[in-house]
């Protein structure tokens, strides 16, 4: 199967190092939704950019430290104004959800897309990701219709115990009311 989009037209591209080819390509079916910031709760910093680029100085903040190393990535980074970073294409796997499983099955990189929302667990995100979030879900379920609304979770829905992102404060119900309803009007 040949992707309408393996790089999104309307995003910022920049070819992440932190990727490989997935076990079977055309295998994708959920998609998860994170959060991330760095140093955690500051946000608009290149510091997100940059691990996923693989060039982050891990002397740049105390906190850091335990980056060293640390080899991962997303397809898609929202940040708080909206603007979306692809980093690596839809086809490929990127490193976001690392020890996972969804309904049994392991190892969720293999078949699903990760979008990290800059952002932490209690901070209401903004209406510019929201809105990014959208747009970039909307062309992904029409290249992928096998990620039904029930295949689209957070982070900690399957990593539990260890990932607790995208967090209370991400509005699921408002999300999905917007994509499904702004997908129908299409
Ligand atoms: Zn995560």
């Known amino acids: 199967m040949q992707n309408q989009y393996q790089w999104l037209p309307f995003a910022?591209?920049?070819s992440s190092p932190h990727f490989d080819d997935r076990p079977h390509e055309d295998d994708v079916d959920l998609l998860v939704i994170h959060n991330i910031s760095l140093p955690a709760g500051v946000f608009g910093t290149n510091y997100v950019d940059d691990l996923f680029m693989?060039?982050?100085?891990?002397?740049?903040?105390?906190?850091f430290s335990s980056l060293n190393g640390l080899r991962v990535s997303a397809h898609c980074f929202i940040r708080r104004c909206g603007q979306i970073i692809q980093y690596v294409p839809f086809s490929k796997r990127a490193w976001h959800a690392?020890?996972?499983?969804?309904?049994?099955?392991?190892?969720?990189n293999d078949f699903s897309i990760?979008?990290?929302?800059?952002?932490?667990?209690?901070?209401?995100y903004?209406?510019?990701?929201y809105e990014a979030l959208v747009r970039v879900s909307q062309?992904?379920?029409?290249?992928?219709?096998?990620?039904?609304?029930?295949?689209?979770?957070?982070?900690?829905?399957?990593?539990?115990?260890?990932?607790?992102?995208?967090?209370?404060?991400?509005?699921?119900?408002?999300?999905?009311?917007?994509?499904?309803q702004e997908s129908t009007i299409e």
């Not at 060039?55 to 906190?63: E, G, L, V």
């Not at 903004?126 to 990701?129: L, Y």
């Not at 029930?150 to 991400?170: L, M, S, Y």
Request: charged share 25%.
């Open 12 to 14: 910022v591209h920049r």
């Open 54 to 63: 693989g060039s982050i100085d891990c002397q740049a903040h105390p906190t």
């Open 98 to 108: 690392g020890v996972s499983n969804f309904l049994g099955r392991e190892r969720c």
């Open 114 to 124: 990760g979008i990290e929302m800059e952002g932490t667990d209690t901070e209401y």
């Open 126 to 129: 903004t209406d510019a990701q």
């Open 139 to 180: 062309v992904i379920l029409a290249q992928y219709p096998n990620i039904t609304s029930e295949r689209i979770v957070g982070h900690c829905d399957i990593a539990p115990g260890r990932k607790t992102d995208p967090g209370d404060a991400f509005e699921w119900q408002r999300y999905l009311d917007a994509l499904y």
